[in-house]
């Protein structure tokens, strides 16, 4: 599901109540209802939203009464700064991700434990706790890169500075020709085309045939 | 701001479209409302909502027009699982942060870089990786948080994994008594106390006076 659905979703306080609800245990419609304080009947508009929607689910149990359940596991992260708003949302990876592809972060988790409790206690003790840190470190880097931005701002007029700093970001990698990078950028040809050759005036970057890169 | 308040602001699609457009530059209302296609008045509606949470302000320039940027600088992370949903709100932290502080995390950037362009180009590049590492890393901690609690929900009542996985990862950093593990979980010390019982006849936690601990 795409991160303006889930927001959409997401943006209502009794759904929110709900899908809280839910996560602590499966619930029938009643027990919702009272729960939160609000009708059956729009407990169940709220349920038939988040099930279309691919979030909970319903099963019938033994006396036939049906129960609501969170089916889905996903993450969605909101950035806003004055240099980017944006929203992703993603699915949780597999055991088998592979982190040592990383260039910037190395991860430091035993989950080869055994399968008795107290190994299981100790790895989710870990877990919850490499979760703290990710997120700390994410509000670092945020930090980090509205400063560079700010940077970047005091080189060029404040209306350039995501453009030019994309561009130099683009760059930083590899080189690369004015298309690709109106394309990356998602920005228009002659705009991208004229930002290169005010950073080739101030010699910041330099063009090798069609391609631009970084001076060093 | 409190991430309820942030979700409500961002449940709405042409907010989510005001905030695009001021973090591409700041604009006039008149701007807004030509490009997203919304009458002034609702944008003026919407401006004044993110205005009074604090994620936007306005300027006046030399010709007397009023003009809105960000003025926010925060992070959102959702989290939904069949075992827990959770919303937090977040301000970039300085970057005096010490990272040095976490236990399962390393981050290698270099950020003593020069003051110069080229310089600028590459640390952005650089922090625009990891962020990109750290979310992949967030995603593949909650798959396998997820797991965890799967297997824990193989020894226990579907039911009670949630609560019997809170009191055991909390003793797996160490002993505690079971009025602490109630305030710390959120739970009524009568279920709290019965559950710790239950994990002593499995043999799992030990009780030393009024201390409970995991046995190893």
Request: negative net charge; charged residues 30%.
């Amino acid at each position: 599901m795409d991160s303006a659905e889930l927001l959409d979703l997401l943006g209502n306080e009794n759904r929110r109540r709900i899908l809280r609800l839910l996560a602590t245990k499966p619930c029938y419609v009643t027990e919702i209802s009272e729960y939160i304080g609000v009708s059956p009947k729009a407990v169940i508009d709220h349920l038939q939203k988040l099930e279309s929607a691919g979030l909970v689910e319903s099963r019938v149990d033994d006396q036939r009464r049906k129960y609501y359940y969170i089916s889905e596991n996903l993450r969605l992260e909101v950035r806003l700064s004055p240099y980017g708003f944006g929203a992703k949302s993603a699915y949780p990876a597999s055991t088998r991700l592979d982190l040592t592809t990383c260039r910037h972060l190395s991860i430091d988790v035993n989950h080869d434990n055994g399968p008795d409790l107290s190994d299981l206690a100790k790895e989710l003790n870990a877990l919850e706790q490499l979760e703290r840190e990710l997120s700390m470190a994410q509000r670092w880097v945020q930090g980090r890169l509205t400063d560079v931005m700010e940077k970047l701002g005091e080189h060029f007029d404040e209306r350039d500075a995501r453009l030019f700093g994309g561009i130099l970001s683009e760059l930083a990698d590899d080189g690369s020709d004015a298309e690709s990078l109106a394309r990356e950028l998602d920005a228009p040809l002659p705009v991208v085309a004229e930002a290169l050759e005010k950073l080739a005036e101030q010699g910041v970057v330099e063009r090798v045939d069609d391609q631009w890169r970084l001076r060093s």
